[in-house]
């Protein structure tokens, strides 16, 4: 096959983002957005065989920047199918779910949605470290534009800045590790991690600067405070770059870098350590709020943190799969809540219940979607998760296995408690709603389908069955879930006091600290507006002036 | 002095006037005068460099190529100071700060 097929995932999507910014009319838009999303899948599905025969597409690209490589493997493959595939889903679930908007806004979102499913095909599949973080900060941008994509929303707005001055944050320890790898082997391909020019202190330094990084970009312990902020965005977006892509990018980087990193002196437990917390803390957050999507949020955090200790262990294709798996269940509750949540205009999990007997087909997909991610037997999320959880058995510590054990629990019952106030009970004061819209229904159980039937796309199937049947790990775990479950039909008074309940919105202390840098970023912006003279002659002087020292830097650098 | 010589002095006083008005006009039709002697001046100074190369053809056509996009600039800041005079009715630059606080 031609290698520069490898580059239609990128492209696709950004000619349709095009296009859509050339249309007037709103049911062409959607229309156009629809065609291009599910052609990119088709043409993402090419990986496959590319994948297989390690194709590499070759731009030379100059002195400086060497050979811009895009070759996919089995890892690229996947995350890029992921971003395609849900990114369709999401596009279909959208048609109905941004019924009514104007054509102008509406450009702005396909536009944005699509410029991002190219820029995080483009994130895995670059073999270059400069194209790399290009990549990082396109998907960041186009994170920070949709979740402020109500721009007359103060909280929409105030959290797209708060998610793109954190992720930048990680953004920074990015750059310096991949400038610091460039600066001394000369060569910005990923081979150049492996160079023997790097000394075994810059190696940490660029291993923890990745770590952040990718820390910062999955909202884990300590940068996780963006996410639950990041509800704010539109149903599908949540469902698309915050639960299925954008935030896996985190632990792409430290899939492919694992290799170089794992003989960093602590870099490993530091991974196991942030994922065991995430775990815990995502668990409590989805545990103690009323908001239907910053459950799932918190959720996603804690099913991020059983990634990145799953790395931490060395569980690399375990990690892969649950990310799989994951992305898929989690997609699904998204765009269910999405559509509870369009269909009752409210967020509020205490102005729910009943929607069971209103929204059957929503019913049962949500409850597939949240026993998968409970990790109920047969359902995709019960194979991952058990094979996560040997995996620390047998290689991590046992306070480590102990956590991410209880972690187990926590899911369950903040999932008996969402499932049961969103679907059951009685309809509290609020209007009688209908079904979902077809869109919304095809995005819908082709998600609940991919629930079912992921784990077969698992090559050695077989041998992931019996052993994870036949570990006793798992049925302690199952053993867990029940007992979360449990407490949940009790109903105990999980609400708590109010005042733990701030405290645990505030991030546990951690959100001043968050609060601080974006602080200090205002702070230094506002520093710099005094250079906003607005005075043309001053401008002017001011680029005489750099353009004299300059030349004087060269004349002089040309005389030494 | 040689002819080279002679036109690089003409092209630094022509810079330096051009320099001297663009930093102190505040009329904008003056600056964009002031920048267009700028730019004879490194018209001269690139024939002229050409000239001193030995490769006078080169130095032409480059000083041809950059007369064509420094006629699209003025074009577009004459267009930009009819623009600027309807809306804020001045040509003043210091009166156009926007962004000062």
Not at chain 1, 50 to 78: K, M, N, V, Y
Not at chain 1, 132 to 160: D, K, Q, R
Not at chain 1, 434 to 442: N, R, S, V
Request: with cysteine.
């Amino acid at each position: 096959m031609n290698p520069i097929l490898t580059a239609l995932p990128i492209l696709i999507p950004w000619i349709g983002a095009l296009v859509i910014m050339g249309l007037h009319r709103t049911r062409v838009i959607h229309g156009v957005a629809v065609g291009t999303a599910i052609l990119n899948g088709i043409g993402t599905l090419l990986l496959i065989p590319l994948s297989a025969e390690h194709a590499q597409l070759l731009i030379p690209a100059g002195q400086f920047w060497g050979t811009w490589r895009f070759s996919p493997d089995s890892l690229s493959a996947l995350l890029s199918l992921i971003a395609a595939i849900i990114g369709a889903l999401a596009v279909i679930f959208s048609v109905d779910y941004m019924h009514g908007t104007n054509s102008a806004d509406l450009k702005r979102y396909y536009g944005l949605v699509l410029l991002f499913i190219g820029g995080m095909s483009g994130l895995v599949l670059t073999d270059h470290l400069l194209l790399l973080f290009f990549f990082w900060e396109l998907v960041a941008l186009c994170s920070f534009a949709l979740i402020a994509y109500y721009p007359h929303n103060p909280a929409a707005a105030a959290g797209g800045v708060k998610a793109l001055v954190i992720t930048q944050i990680g953004g920074i320890g990015l750059l310096i590790g991949i400038l610091a790898v460039g600066g001394t082997a000369g060569d910005f391909s990923f081979k150049a991690l492996h160079s023997s020019a790097l000394t075994p202190t810059l190696k940490a330094a660029v291993g923890f600067g990745f770590l952040i990084a990718a820390a910062a970009k999955s909202a884990q312990f300590p940068f996780h405070s963006w996410l639950p902020d990041a509800m704010e965005a539109p149903t599908p977006i949540s469902a698309l770059i915050h639960a299925a892509t954008m935030v896996n990018a985190g632990v792409y980087l430290m899939l492919r870098f694992y290799p170089v990193f794992v003989d960093l002196p602590g870099w490993t437990d530091c991974l196991m350590l942030i994922g065991v917390v995430s775990v815990l803390m995502g668990g409590l957050i989805a545990l103690l709020t009323d908001d239907l999507k910053r459950v799932l949020a918190g959720s996603t955090i804690s099913q991020l943190g059983y990634l990145f200790s799953a790395v931490g262990a060395g569980a690399g294709a375990a990690a892969e799969f649950h990310l799989l798996n994951h992305a898929i269940f989690k997609g699904l509750l998204f765009l269910g809540a999405g559509a509870v949540i369009h269909a009752l205009h409210t967020r509020d999990m205490g102005h729910m219940g009943g929607v069971r007997r209103e929204m059957p087909l929503v019913f049962a997909t949500f409850l597939i979607g949240s026993l998968a991610l409970v990790g109920v037997p047969i359902l995709n999320g019960f194979w991952s998760k058990e094979l996560i959880l040997e995996a620390a058995v047998s290689h991590a510590p046992g306070w480590i296995t102990g956590a991410l054990l209880l972690g187990v629990g926590i899911t369950a019952l903040y999932t008996y408690r969402m499932v049961r106030r969103v679907f059951w009970g009685r309809a509290q004061d609020r209007a009688p709603v209908h079904e979902a819209p077809l869109g919304m229904k095809i995005a819908l159980i082709t998600l609940a389908g991919g629930v079912v039937l992921s784990p077969l796309c698992l090559p050695d199937l077989g041998v992931v069955i019996t052993e994870v049947l036949s570990a006793p790990v798992t049925l302690l775990a199952l053993g867990i879930i029940l007992l979360g479950a449990g407490i949940g039909w009790l109903r105990l008074p999980i609400s708590l006091s109010k005042g733990m309940l701030q405290a645990l919105d505030r991030g546990l202390g951690l959100t001043p600290l968050n609060r601080i840098s974006v602080q200090l970023t205002n702070l230094s912006a506002e520093g710099l507006r005094g250079l906003h003279t607005g005075v043309l002659t001053l401008n002017l002087a001011a680029v005489v002036g750099a353009l004299t020292l300059l030349m004087i830097i060269l004349l002089v650098g040309g005389a030494l | 002095m040689n002819t080279p010589a002679v036109a690089f002095v003409g092209a630094l006083v022509l810079v330096g006037i051009g320099l001297v008005g663009t930093l102190t006009c505040r009329n904008l039709i003056k600056v964009a005068v002031a920048l267009q002697i700028m730019m004879k001046g490194v018209l001269i100074a690139l024939v002229a460099a050409g000239a001193a190369q030995g490769q006078i053809n080169l130095g032409q056509s480059l000083a041809a190529i950059v007369l064509g996009v420094d006629t699209i600039g003025a074009v577009i800041l004459l267009a930009l100071s009819v623009q600027v005079r309807r809306r804020f009715g001045t040509l003043d630059v210091s009166a156009l700060s926007q962004l000062r606080r």
